[in-house]
């Protein structure tokens, strides 16, 4: 097959995608049957045999050989004798198929993930909206446990707790309670995703924690997060490697799965990000009577949130409006009809899930 032949037949299966994702997107039960319980633990099987054991974080090897083939395509067509309109087409013509190439890859490998059944659906809850003038309660009905899993943790005292406190074996403790949350729920989790700490500021300059490269199979955090955020952000990225593209599924799958663990360091993190979550929204409510609740918080709790806010300065983010511009986009283009808004989808779920666990009915 010579190369014009193959760049047809890349474009012409990314349109026989395109209409599979189409038709596939009004029948869930059978992408999660077929792909997402079918073809994707097999594709994750591949991936974690294989590129898995990389010393290097692979997004890099992959970003620098993609770059180096689209500067290819943009040059080869130009080096000819051709006429401009010639040159202009060849070169569109390699654009295209291209982007056949990046989009057939990115929907087999991972993406059909977003069609799957609703986590709720398969688990039998209903997410439970929650008014904005209940946030506060729900702030102040969870401070006794946070404040509970952050006095059992080891040599804790009033300072912000640091990287010293963490364990040793952090990311395989991550990992192992992913997979138990998801196979309890008969979910195929039996290989292990690989974790990649990226170097610091790397994402975060982006306003981005993590990201899972579905092209690579590898759940990536940016290492500049401070320690307290590591739990939930590597936990929410393995719930991604594991099948999941629902941003609010992934953060309850870690909230699911850390929220009973046997780490000190890592259930206070888990529960401390929940809270977080909660304050965020309720500040955007009323931000001056949150300021006032914030400061008769206990002073261990003070200091960590204070830790958290001032790492997260060291990294000023690059094009903030753009980044969100183009994530929420992307989330809609997936069918999330709320895109990033579908990050705050974690507290409905949240919510739905311990009210069925209490028996309550809403």
Same mark, same amino acid.
């Given at each position: ?9 890349? *474009? ?6 395109? %209409?599979?994702?189409?038709?596939? !997107? ?55 004798? +051709? ?30 993930? =977003?069609?799957?059944? &609703? ?34 943790? &080891? ?21 192992? +309670? ?47 997060? +401070? &320690?307290?955020?590591? !739990? ?20 309850? *799958?870690? =909230? ?41 918080? &206990? ?8 830790? *958290? ?21 992307? %989330?809609?283009? @997936? ?5 990033? @808004? ?17 028996g309550v009915r809403y």
């Amino acid at each position: 097959m010579n190369r014009t032949k193959l760049k047809i037949f890349f *474009i012409c299966f990314a349109v026989f995608t395109a %209409l599979l994702r189409y038709i596939a !997107s009004s029948n869930p039960q059978a992408v999660e049957a077929l792909y997402s319980k079918g073809l994707f633990p097999c594709i994750r099987w591949i991936f974690d045999h294989t590129i898995h054991y990389s010393f290097i974080p692979m997004i890099f090897v992959f970003l620098f050989f993609g770059i180096l083939y689209l500067m290819h395509i943009i040059v080869r067509p130009f080096r000819s004798k +051709h006429s401009l309109l010639s040159k202009l087409k060849r070169f569109g013509f390699s654009l295209i198929s291209f982007l056949a190439i990046l989009y057939t890859s990115f929907m087999w490998l991972w993406g059909f993930n =977003y069609l799957r059944v &609703p986590v709720e659906q398969s688990m039998s809850f209903e997410p439970k909206p929650i008014l904005v003038k209940d946030l506060k309660s729900k702030l102040v009905a969870r401070l006794p446990e946070l404040m509970a899993a952050r006095k059992v943790i &080891p040599g804790v005292d009033a300072m912000a707790i640091d990287t010293s406190y963490m364990p040793p074996d952090f990311e395989e403790k991550i990992r192992t +309670h992913i997979q138990d949350c998801l196979i309890k729920y008969d979910y195929p989790a039996h290989t292990d995703v690989q974790g990649r700490f990226l170097p610091k500021g790397i994402l975060l300059r982006i306003k981005t924690a993590g990201v899972y490269f579905p092209f690579v199979g590898e759940s990536n955090i940016d290492a500049g997060l +401070h &320690p307290l955020q590591y !739990s939930e952000t590597l936990a929410h990225e393995f719930s991604h490697g594991y099948g999941f593209g629902d941003e609010g599924t992934c953060s309850f *799958i870690a =909230y699911l799965a850390l929220k009973d663990s046997d780490d000190p360091f890592i259930r206070y993190s888990l529960l401390l990000d929940y809270w977080r979550t909660l304050a965020t929204n309720y500040l955007r409510y009323d931000n001056e009577d949150y300021r006032a609740f914030r400061g008769t918080l &206990p002073i261990g709790l003070i200091a960590d949130l204070d830790a *958290i806010a001032e790492n997260r300065r060291k990294y000023p983010s690059i094009f903030p409006n753009a980044r969100n511009v183009i994530y929420d986009s992307y %989330l809609k283009a @997936q069918g999330i009809e709320e895109g990033l @808004q579908n990050y705050n989808r974690v507290i409905m779920l949240v919510e739905g899930y311990e009210g069925k666990e209490l028996g309550v009915r809403y």
